[in-house]
């Protein structure tokens, strides 16, 4: 039931779902999370971001049902870091996180995952430095390793795959045309899915021929407003202003200020209990809200996915676009 008072956003529109990147914070407890249900069960881990050591302490998984009490999908992005199967075919870690995140999802929970980045990262961070991808594109290891584990277990829970690619430094990167041609083959070999969602964090990527293969194969532009990559706006305008998903599905990602790197945005959210005003862009407000009108008015479903680095804390980051839309949608008489 909609009440932004309480953080609760199911129910703001049939086509619209409000979600986070990715839930069980303790800076939520108070907003998304009653504390009482977790005294004595929150873990605490360690997690290095630009050489400096962060302590975050963590729900436990069955924390979940709650979530879902508040937002209408949850993007679980630690699928980006390891396959769900191994290379043998047994099942990882990550795996069987999943599936204890499985049997606490109602029919009506909507899920996003990100594929592992060793299917679509041109290089790999190890040892200290960036190396060539060996199996960059493979689409066996996605089927294998990702695609049939995941669809397995969640079924049409799971309405969003997104494959997110790094930024390409310029002099390294590859031409958009030569990009698209391997999108093209690689799109040809993997399971036909209605799906796929790509976030490219290449500007020089965001280009006609990318967009004619996305287009070709139905695949969503992942709209995200992050570090180096242009306005929300500009990104749609770019390609023409137009929803390529066959499965009419949008993804929208705020994951961090434009031009703020990733280990000074965690910073200044950490430890995300807390909206920090001069770190929220109101022009990402204002646009993530007019593509929810656009959405809308072309019968596209958007799933708006908020992460506590774009602003401090995705709660209250989420009440801000959620009230931001119903006054636009009373004052002019939207729907």
């Known amino acids: ?87 043998d075919g047994k099942p990882t870690q990550t795996y069987s996180l999943l599936q204890q995140y499985r049997q606490f999802l109602q029919d009506d929970d909507r899920i996003i995952l990100k594929v592992p980045q060793v299917v679509f990262a041109q290089k790999l961070y190890r040892a200290g430095d ?34 997110e690619q790094e930024y390409q430094k310029q002099g390294q990167r590859m031409d958009a045309a030569e990009f698209a041609q391997e999108l093209g083959r690689f799109f040809r070999m993997v399971p036909i899915d209605s799906r796929y969602h790509v976030e490219l964090r290449t500007e020089s990527y965001l280009s006609k021929p990318v967009f004619d293969v996305l287009q070709e194969f139905g695949i969503g532009q992942v709209l995200s407003h992050w570090t180096w990559l242009p306005s929300l706006n500009r990104q749609f305008a770019l390609a023409g202003r137009r929803f390529f998903n066959s499965g009419g599905q949008c993804v929208v990602r705020l994951m961090t200020p434009r031009r703020v790197r990733y280990e000074n945005a965690y910073a200044m959210a950490y430890p995300f209990d807390r909206l920090v005003n001069d770190m929220l862009d109101p022009q990402m407000l204002e646009e ?39 006054e636009s949608h009373t004052s002019d008489g939207r729907n």
């Open 288 to 326: 993530t809200v007019q593509l929810m009108h656009t959405a809308i008015r072309e019968k596209i479903q958007i799933n708006i996915v908020v992460n506590n680095r774009s602003g401090g804390n995705a709660p209250q980051i989420a009440k801000q676009i959620a009230g931001r839309f119903i």
């Open 1 to 87: 039931m909609l009440d932004l008072d309480q953080y609760a956003f199911r129910g703001l529109h049939p086509d619209v779902f409000l979600g986070a990147a990715s839930d069980r914070y303790a800076g939520w407890l108070g907003q998304v999370y009653t504390a009482d249900r977790y005294a004595g069960r929150l873990t605490r881990r360690t997690h290095k971001v630009g050489g400096k050591s962060y302590v975050e302490q963590v729900l436990p998984v069955d924390s979940v049902s709650e979530y879902y009490e508040h937002f209408g999908l949850v993007e679980l992005d630690f699928t980006f870091y390891r396959p769900l199967a191994a290379a």
């Open 130 to 163: 960036f190396i060539d991808n060996p199996d960059y594109l493979s689409p066996d290891l996605f089927r294998r390793q990702f695609y049939e584990p995941a669809d397995d277990l969640f079924g049409p829970l799971l309405v969003a795959m997104v494959f």
